[in-house]
């Protein structure tokens, strides 16, 4: 059985930083992709980052890039989202996802149908 425990939120003040930390296990880690999802109360989840399973290959969403980066450490099981410059809109609950498709080679990412695991979520909250 898989599970994604997500941790590093908080409280964090406009333009300041914040990292979050995906530790997976259950699963051949290295063999998917793995995604940022958020939402916001009253919104719809959205995506926010994704990094193929190789990490050579990120992807993110027009509203963070620049801003954020997603890495991954394979070897610790570990997806990580580095939160630069935030804004209050940027608050939500962070979730992060493990594809579903073995070693996809593609480019679609934004679509939470696609991810078969999900962390519990962790709050972000940006003050302005």
């Known amino acids: 059985q898989v599970q994604l425990v997500e941790s590093g939120g908080g409280l964090v003040q406009a333009g300041d930083s914040l990292r979050l930390s995906c530790v997976a296990s259950g699963r051949t880690f290295s063999s998917y992709a793995m995604g940022w999802f958020r939402q916001a109360p009253g919104k719809e989840r959205d995506f926010v980052a994704a990094i193929s399973w190789s990490g050579g290959s990120t992807y993110y969403a027009d509203s963070v890039k620049g801003r954020f980066t997603i890495s991954r450490h394979n070897a610790k099981n570990t997806v990580f989202l580095q939160m630069n410059s935030p804004k209050p809109e940027d608050t939500a609950v962070y979730y992060c996802?493990?594809?579903?498709?073995?070693?996809?080679?593609?480019?679609?990412?934004?679509?939470?149908?696609?991810?078969?695991?999900w962390g519990q979520g962790t709050q972000v909250t940006v003050s302005s």
């Open positions: 996802a493990q594809d579903s498709r073995l070693l996809y080679g593609g480019s679609r990412y934004s679509d939470g149908d696609e991810y078969a695991n």
